[in-house]
């Protein structure tokens, strides 16, 4: 890969006035993270200085994957084990997490963004605000029609919420409209977008929304 396009990996110090901004990711295994974390890393890496910090419990497989998709150069994706429960590691105890993040801006101290992706979890994990200025939370059509009613923190209290998969809607008798409805009562006026992430379907009202709300407005 030709990492011309990325920023300097020789900065000692952070130059930059602002701290950078910490995303979390978080859903279901299965529902799409990697791959949004994959599209994201992709189309923001030739404006914005990433690093991404990926989440598994025994292994090391979505740093893998999303290395050999070329998201970003391999030094810039920092894969953790936890040993556990997954929504332990970003909330109850981070230090983990924490850990990784001080380690990577070791070496990038300019990074504009540090994406953290959560180990699959089910509708109650939340990211602990130590760990994360804005959450995305990503769950998929596949999983059923009635997912955004079941509520649950991911749901109701993540920054963006994420439905993903749109284009599988017919295969599984999932009508959009009913997600859209139930999505919006449950969340009130909290955002959330339909996305088939396979075809960057959604992803650019992911982009704007990590901008507005992580005050992009002016690079930095």
């Known amino acids: 890969m030709n990492t011309a396009t990325f920023a300097s990996q020789t900065r000692a110090a952070r130059t930059k006035s602002l701290p950078p901004l910490r995303v979390g990711v978080g859903g279901p295994v299965g529902s799409g993270k990697t791959t ?3 599209m994201l890393c992709k189309k923001m890496s030739p404006e914005y200085d990433l690093v991404a910090i990926t989440n598994d419990i025994y292994t ?5 994957l999303l290395t050999i998709s070329g998201a970003l150069p ?3 994706i920092m894969g953790v084990e936890t040993g556990g429960c997954p929504h332990t590691a970003i909330r109850e105890d981070a230090s983990i997490n924490l850990e990784a993040i001080d380690r990577m801006l070791v070496k990038f101290p300019d990074a504009d963004i540090v994406f953290i992706e959560s180990g699959g979890d089910n509708l109650a ?3 602990s605000p130590e760990l994360s200025d804005l959450t995305i939370y990503v ?4 999983a059923g029609e009635k997912i955004p009613r079941k509520g649950g923190p991911g749901i109701t209290k993540s920054d963006l919420l994420i439905i993903n998969k ?3 809607a017919p295969y599984v008798g999932a009508s959009l409209d009913i997600m859209e409805q139930d999505a919006r009562r449950m969340r009130l006026d909290r955002p959330f977008v339909m996305c088939d992430l396979k075809k ?3 992803l650019d009202q992911v982009i704007s929304f990590i ?3 992580g005050l992009f407005s002016n690079k930095h």
């Open 74 to 76: 391999p030094e810039r």
């Open 139 to 142: 769950i998929d059509v596949a």
């Open 166 to 168: 749109i284009d599988l």
């Open 125 to 127: 994990a939340t990211f």
């Open 211 to 213: 901008e507005k709300n």
């Open 200 to 202: 960057n379907i959604g």
């Open 36 to 38: 949004l974390l994959e």
């Open 60 to 64: 090391k497989e979505d740093q893998r």
